[in-house]
């Protein structure tokens, strides 16, 4: 059976509201997991889109960067559901063992902001190069061990990791827990830290968890281990650090899932073996800067054998960093065919100290100080992004894709819930269809399901027939 819509006009969505008896479903609360897949609070597969935030110059917040109401209401306005939120750790713990409450207050009602414009958020302690001193960010002076080591060559990010032995050294002091000020490690204060972050925000409903380490990067000169298959860092000293941080959070919040990442050369196609948080509430939180598609794939198997392996979830929560809209379509492609979720690398790509500079590449929005009108923002970049994709599926995902040569866009699912949890009766699939990919409106084809009433023309939902073990969609352009 086929169903069709046109979604250029608001009558004929509010007409299907009136016939329709389906009532609208309640928000998605908190987030959890079954296996791969992200899930609602009712069992529903969630698949997100969104960008990255991360304010990288004191006082490290989104609203320092002009990042504000305005802007999650132009991304929720455009379809994406998600937000990766830099927290700096030089932010919250500026001096051992004393918190900025005041920094702490601020994150709460950013992540509150996005949450009231139903954008989830994913906590990022976000580092680059560790500090200030060696041309990066992200954890306090004080942080810092370096045993006097020098802070050149500079040839700036990334290539600092490589061959700068300062760098090199601060991280093996933090991977080796060196006992810090009032000799307590390094280790174990960033994993009070991460405490402190959750009792202040865990109880936020729109919470994706908490990403525990932007990029690890080896200590030492180990990264060239890092390029083949059995990485002892990961395996052993990151797989060490993140359930250390995830028993100081649990200690607190047993429920938020808590998501960790490989070391870095995992970005351009190097393996992990990285053990997983040994907790039922982790994901698996990957990079993907590849720049041909052999290496696309490369990345995508790695991430899904990492959560073969430990059962985790998956997100790809940085990608991009290009201003080729061909490169993000490629990468977006790709995540439809592995049916990832995603953040791409960045809303905003501030870099500088006190107000920031206005880099016209990496971004979505050029200045955030500014409204995101259309001159304010790059349409090809967006126009790569904001894409149809199922944001609510009531079942598992078989498929789903977008074809931009002819604006096709097609589903598949199967009405069984991947989890444990049995889908209830009226649970509806949400699919998001953005406006500019079809100014003149679109047709719905659906075999197994009906549409039903939805207030919003962007949205189609979804309710499958009774007896339907199988559900296809397919969304074309009007006429």
């Known amino acids: 059976m086929a169903s069709r819509l046109t979604g250029t006009c608001a009558v004929l969505a509010a007409l299907l509201l009136l016939i329709s008896p389906a009532a609208a479903d309640p928000a998605p609360e908190r987030l959890g997991h079954a296996g ?17 935030v991360v304010a990288k110059s004191p006082p490290y917040t989104a609203e320092s960067i002009g990042f504000g109401a305005d802007d999650a209401a132009f991304l929720a306005g455009e379809g994406f559901n998600t937000v990766r939120l830099g927290v ?30 139903g954008i989830y958020a994913l906590l990022d302690f976000h580092q680059d190069m560790y500090n200030e001193r060696f041309g990066g960010h992200g954890f306090p002076d004080w942080a810092v061990y370096d045993d006097g080591l020098a802070h050149e060559p500079d040839f700036g990010h990334p290539a600092n990791y490589f061959v700068m032995p300062g760098l090199q050294r601060a991280f093996q002091s933090f991977w080796f827990n060196r006992a810090g000020p009032g000799e307590v490690g ?40 890092c390029l083949g298959r059995a990485c002892e860092f990961d395996s052993g000293l990151l797989t060490d650090f993140v359930r250390r941080v995830t028993v100081a959070i649990r200690a607190v919040d047993p429920h938020t899932l808590v998501w960790y990442e ?39 198997a ?81 126009n790569a992004l904001a894409r149809p994709y199922p944001r609510l599926i009531a079942g598992t995902p078989e498929s789903f894709g977008f074809d931009y040569g002819t604006d096709t866009f097609e589903l598949s699912y199967s009405t069984t819930a ?50 339907a073990e199988r559900v296809t969609v397919r969304i074309v352009p009007a006429g």
Not at 36 to 52: A, K, P, Q, S, Y
Request: charged share 20%; glycine share 8%.
């Open 262 to 300: 490989p070391n870095q050369l995992f970005n351009i196609g190097a393996p992990t073996s990285h053990g997983g948080a040994g907790d039922p509430h982790a994901g698996f939180s990957y990079h993907h800067y590849c720049s041909a598609s052999t290496c696309d794939r490369r990345v995508s």
């Open 88 to 117: 700096s750790y030089a932010g919250v713990e500026p001096t051992p063992g004393l918190y900025d409450e005041q920094y702490l207050g601020e994150v709460l009602s950013t992540v509150r902001m996005l949450g009231e414009h």
């Open 186 to 225: 390094l280790q174990d204060r960033f994993a009070a830290a991460w405490r402190r972050v959750a009792e202040h925000v865990g109880a936020e409903p729109n919470l994706v968890g908490y990403d525990l380490l932007n990029e690890p990067w080896p200590p030492g000169t180990r990264w060239t281990a």
């Open 36 to 52: 791969r897949w992200i899930t609602d609070d009712r069992g529903r597969v969630m698949i997100l889109h969104g960008f990255n």
């Open 302 to 382: 790695n991430a899904a054998a990492q959560s073969d392996k430990t059962g985790d979830a998956l997100l790809m929560s940085e990608f991009g960093a290009t201003d080729d809209p061909q490169a993000l379509r490629r990468v977006a492609h790709e995540a439809d065919r592995t049916m990832t979720s995603w953040q791409n690398w960045t809303y905003y790509n501030a870099q500088s100290r006190g107000r920031p500079v206005i880099p016209r590449t990496k971004s979505i929005v050029i200045d955030p100080l500014l409204p995101p009108t259309p001159d304010n923002v790059s349409q090809s970049k967006l």
């Open 418 to 467: 991947p989890g444990p949890k049995r889908l209830s009766r009226g649970m509806k699939t949400e699919v998001f269809v953005p406006s500019r990919q079809y100014p003149h409106g679109y047709e719905v084809h659906a075999d197994g399901a009906k549409v039903v009433g939805s207030s919003d023309p962007a949205i189609v939902r979804l309710l499958a027939q009774a007896g």
